[in-house]
C-alpha cells in the first residue's frame, strides 16, 4: 500500500498474517467477506462442511424451483422486475445461511447424493436463460457449493458461463464480471495452475 497507515506496522504483523494464511484462517490484510471465511472454515473443519453443503443444497433446490415458476409468469417485464427481487432475497438468504454456519452444526452426508442434488439443480439452471444476470448469480452459488463439498471441477463451468454472462450483460470492467473472474482464478490456484490464477488476477 502506499500510504503507510495501510500497511504491516511490523515484520511481526506479516509474520502473524502468513501463519494464518497458513493455519487456514482469514488474515487481517483482507477484508473477511462471507465467501471468504465460508472457504476458510470449510479447509479448517472438513465434517463441518458437510452441514453448510446441505443447507446449500436444499436452498439451492428452492431457489431454482421457485425460479421456474417466476419465469412463467404471464407480464414479462411486471415478472422479471418481482423474479429479481424475490431471487436477489433468496440468494442473500442463501448467503446469510452459510455465513452463519458454525463448527457445532455439523452432520454426514452422502457426497454421492449432495452431488446428484447439485447435478440436478444445475441442469435446471437453463429456466433462467432469458434473465441471464439472475442465471450468473446462481451458477456462482451452485459453483461455491461444489466448491465447499470438494467438487471444485464441477465449480467451473459455472464460473465460467457466469463470467461469460456477466461480461456479456455487463462489461469487462463491472464488479460482478471482476468477481467472476477472480473467483475462476481461485479455482485455477486450487488446482495449483498458478500461472493461470496469476493471469487472471493481474487481469482483474
Given at each position: 500500500?502506499?500510504?503507510?497507515?495501510?500497511?504491516?506496522?511490523?515484520?511481526?504483523?506479516?509474520?502473524?498474517?502468513?501463519?494464518?494464511?497458513?493455519?487456514?484462517?482469514?488474515?487481517?490484510?483482507?477484508a473477511p467477506s462471507a465467501i471468504?471465511?465460508?472457504?476458510?472454515?470449510?479447509?479448517?473443519?472438513?465434517?463441518?462442511?458437510?452441514?453448510?453443503?446441505?443447507?446449500?443444497?436444499?436452498?439451492?433446490?428452492?431457489?431454482?424451483?421457485?425460479?421456474?415458476?417466476?419465469?412463467?409468469?404471464?407480464?414479462?417485464?411486471?415478472?422479471?422486475?418481482?423474479?429479481?427481487?424475490?431471487?436477489?432475497?433468496?440468494?442473500?438468504?442463501?448467503?446469510?445461511?452459510?455465513?452463519?454456519?458454525?463448527?457445532?452444526?455439523?452432520?454426514?452426508?452422502?457426497?454421492?447424493?449432495?452431488?446428484?442434488?447439485?447435478?440436478?439443480?444445475?441442469?435446471?439452471?437453463?429456466?433462467?436463460?432469458?434473465?441471464?444476470?439472475?442465471?450468473?448469480?446462481?451458477?456462482?452459488?451452485?459453483?461455491?457449493?461444489?466448491?465447499?463439498?470438494?467438487?471444485?471441477?464441477?465449480?467451473?463451468?459455472?464460473?465460467?458461463?457466469?463470467?461469460?454472462?456477466?461480461?456479456?450483460?455487463?462489461?469487462?470492467?463491472?464488479?460482478?464480471?471482476?468477481?467472476?473472474?477472480?473467483?475462476?482464478?481461485?479455482?485455477?490456484?486450487?488446482?495449483?495452475?498458478?500461472?493461470?490464477?496469476?493471469?487472471?488476477?493481474?487481469d482483474a
Open positions: 500500500e502506499k500510504e503507510p497507515a495501510r500497511r504491516y506496522a511490523s515484520a511481526s504483523a506479516l509474520a502473524e498474517d502468513i501463519r494464518r494464511h497458513l493455519d487456514d484462517l482469514p488474515i487481517a490484510a483482507r471468504y471465511q465460508l472457504r476458510k472454515f470449510s479447509r479448517r473443519h472438513r465434517a463441518a462442511a458437510g452441514a453448510l453443503v446441505a443447507i446449500a443444497a436444499v436452498l439451492m433446490v428452492s431457489v431454482v424451483a421457485l425460479g421456474a415458476l417466476l419465469v412463467r409468469a404471464t407480464t414479462a417485464e411486471a415478472a422479471a422486475r418481482r423474479e429479481a427481487v424475490r431471487s436477489g432475497a433468496v440468494a442473500q438468504f442463501l448467503d446469510d445461511m452459510l455465513s452463519g454456519i458454525s463448527p457445532e452444526m455439523t452432520l454426514e452426508m452422502d457426497t454421492e447424493l449432495l452431488r446428484a442434488i447439485l447435478d440436478r439443480a444445475s441442469a435446471r439452471v437453463d429456466a433462467y436463460s432469458e434473465h441471464p444476470l439472475i442465471e450468473a448469480d446462481i451458477r456462482m452459488i451452485i459453483a461455491d457449493t461444489y466448491d465447499a463439498a470438494g467438487l471444485a471441477e464441477l465449480a467451473r463451468p459455472h464460473i465460467e458461463e457466469a463470467l461469460a454472462i456477466r461480461r456479456r450483460e455487463l462489461g469487462d470492467g463491472h464488479a460482478g464480471a471482476l468477481a467472476s473472474l477472480i473467483r475462476l482464478g481461485e479455482v485455477d490456484f486450487e488446482d495449483a495452475d498458478y500461472e493461470a490464477a496469476l493471469a487472471k488476477a493481474r
